[in-house]
């Protein structure tokens, strides 16, 4: 069973900076995908960005230019480097990893805060 644990988030001001991490028991490449979701009081959770295998990123609009997704395979840990924060990143951070083999089984973490305020 493949657990993921959220690390980084946190209180920031508006314009500051973030780093998230989430750290895999298992072989990330082993992932067609991981992604990071986040879910806001009174929201749906939304695909914020993802990183393929093959290291192919993709960002909602909402955060292209200021945030960016990564993986470090040999650490089995992917991040999100979150810069210039506005109050509306605020929510609850999920990390999502996808297996496909004979079935298709999504992972997640137990999630990090992050809360952009002044």
């Known amino acids: 069973q493949v657990q993921l644990v959220e690390s980084g988030g946190g209180l920031v001001q508006p314009g500051g900076s973030l780093t998230l991490s989430c750290a895999a028991s298992?072989?990330?490449?082993?992932?067609?995908?991981m992604n990071w979701y986040r879910q806001a009081p009174g929201k749906q959770r939304e695909l914020v960005a993802g990183?393929?295998?093959?290291?192919?990123?993709n960002y909602a609009d909402s955060v292209k230019g200021r945030f960016t997704i990564s993986k470090d395979n040999a650490k089995n840990t992917a991040y999100l480097q979150m810069n210039s924060l506005k109050p509306e990143d605020t929510a609850v951070y999920y990390c999502?990893?996808?297996?496909?083999?004979?079935?298709?089984?999504?992972?997640w973490g137990q999630g990090t805060q992050v809360t952009v305020s002044s």
């Open positions: 990183i393929t295998r093959y290291g192919t990123p």
């Open positions: 298992g072989n990330i490449f082993s992932f067609v995908v």
């Open positions: 999502n990893a996808r297996q496909i083999g004979v079935n298709t089984i999504d992972y």
